[in-house]
C-alpha cells in the first residue's frame, strides 16, 4: 500500500497554509498600524505642529519653565563736560528706553559739580543704553555684575504656596471654630500667615522688577579746567591759620590750668615763706648793727 497522498490534497493544504500566512501577515500590519487619532486631540496637535517652526517643542518646553532669575547691574563712572546737560540727557535716555531714573544726588567743590544717577532700563535694552551713556562722555570706570537669583527665587515661591495653603486652612477652622477662645487663637494665627503671605509677594514682586530691569548707576563729575581757582588756593591756608589758632587756643588753656592748679599752693607756700624769713631777719639785726657801731668808732678813734 503507498504511503503517498494524492496530489489533490496536498495542493488543497498548500492553498491552505498559504491563506494561514496571509492573514497573519495581515493581521500584523493591522497591529503596528497607529491608533486614529481623537477628534478632541487633533486640534492641539495641530496647535504644537503650528507652533513648532517657532521653535516650541515639548523638549524645549522644559527649559524655559526653569529659565534663571538673573539681576543685572552697571556701575561706572564718567567725565562730562556739564552736569546738569548730562542729567537731562539720561532722565530722556531712561524714559525712551521704556525704564525709570530713580535716584540723582549732587554736590559742588571748587566750582566742580559732582553727582550719583541711577537708573532702571528693560534688560533687553542695557546694551543700547549703555552704548549711548558712552557718547555723553568719557568713561573713567566701569564694572558689572549679576545675581542669580534663581534657587532663592524657587524656594520663595515654594514657601509662598505654603502659607496660602495654610491660610485656606485656617479660614476653615475659623469658620468651624466655636468657642471664644478658639476663634481668638485662629484669628491670631491667620493675622502671622496673611503676615508673611504679605512679605512673599512683596520680594516676590520685587524680585521681579529687578529681574526685568537691569539697574546702571553712574557717576557724573564734570572735567576741571586745569588751573587752582583763589577758593582752592585759599582754601588750604585758611585751614592752617585755623590749626595754627587752634594751638595757640590750646597753649593758652593749658597755662590757665597750671596757674588755676599751681597758683593758690604758690601763693600759700611763698606767704609762708616770706613770714619766716622776715621773722628770722631781726634777731640777726641787732648783732649786726652792734658790729657795724664798734667798727665806726673804732674808725674815728684812729681820724686825728
Known amino acids: 500500500m503507498s504511503c503517498k497522498k494524492p496530489l489533490s490534497h496536498r495542493i488543497v493544504m498548500s492553498l491552505v497554509f498559504l491563506l494561514l500566512a496571509c492573514q497573519l501577515t495581515a493581521c500584523k500590519k493591522k497591529e ?45 563712572s564718567l567725565e562730562v563736560k556739564s552736569y546738569q546737560v548730562a542729567l537731562d540727557a539720561l532722565t530722556k535716555l531712561a524714559e525712551s528706553s521704556g525704564g525709570y531714573l530713580f535716584k540723582s544726588s549732587r554736590e559742588s567743590d571748587d566750582g566742580v559739580t559732582s553727582g550719583e544717577v ?20 568719557k568713561i573713567t570706570q566701569e564694572t558689572a555684575s549679576a545675581e542669580d537669583i534663581t534657587e532663592g527665587y524657587v524656594d520663595l515661591q515654594a514657601r509662598l504656596g505654603n502659607a496660602k495653603a495654610s491660610e485656606a486652612r485656617l479660614l476653615s477652622l475659623y469658620q468651624r471654630a466655636g468657642e471664644l477662645s478658639d ?8 493675622t502671622r500667615v496673611r503676615g508673611d503671605i504679605e512679605a512673599f509677594e512683596a520680594k516676590r514682586k520685587n524680585w521681579d522688577l529687578l529681574v526685568e530691569m537691569a539697574t546702571i548707576e553712574i557717576r557724573l563729575c564734570e572735567s576741571s579746567n586745569g588751573l587752582p581757582s583763589a577758593r582752592r588756593l585759599w ?45 628770722k631777719g631781726p634777731q640777726k639785726g641787732p648783732v649786726e648793727t652792734k658790729e657795724t657801731t664798734e ?10
Open 295 to 304: 667798727t665806726i668808732s673804732q674808725e674815728e678813734d684812729y681820724l686825728p
Open 118 to 137: 541711577g537708573l532702571r532700563v528693560p534688560a533687553g535694552e542695557t546694551g543700547n543704553v549703555l552704548r549711548k551713556i558712552g557718547g555723553l562722555g
Open 235 to 279: 582754601t588750604p591756608l585758611k585751614s592752617a591759620f585755623g590749626t595754627a589758632l587752634e594751638g595757640l587756643a590750646d597753649s593758652i588753656h593749658a597755662l590757665i590750668v597750671i596757674a588755676g592748679t599751681i597758683g593758690p599752693w604758690a601763693a600759700l607756700f611763698g606767704t609762708g615763706a616770706y613770714f619766716w624769713i622776715r621773722r
Open 183 to 190: 476663634v481668638l487663637e485662629v484669628e491670631k494665627e491667620l
Open 32 to 76: 503596528e498600524a497607529p491608533a486614529p487619532v481623537p477628534a478632541s486631540a487633533a486640534a492641539p496637535a495641530a496647535k504644537n505642529e503650528s507652533a513648532a517652526p517657532e521653535g516650541e517643542s515639548s523638549a524645549q518646553g522644559a527649559p524655559r519653565q526653569a529659565k534663571r532669575k538673573v539681576i543685572v547691574s552697571r556701575e561706572m
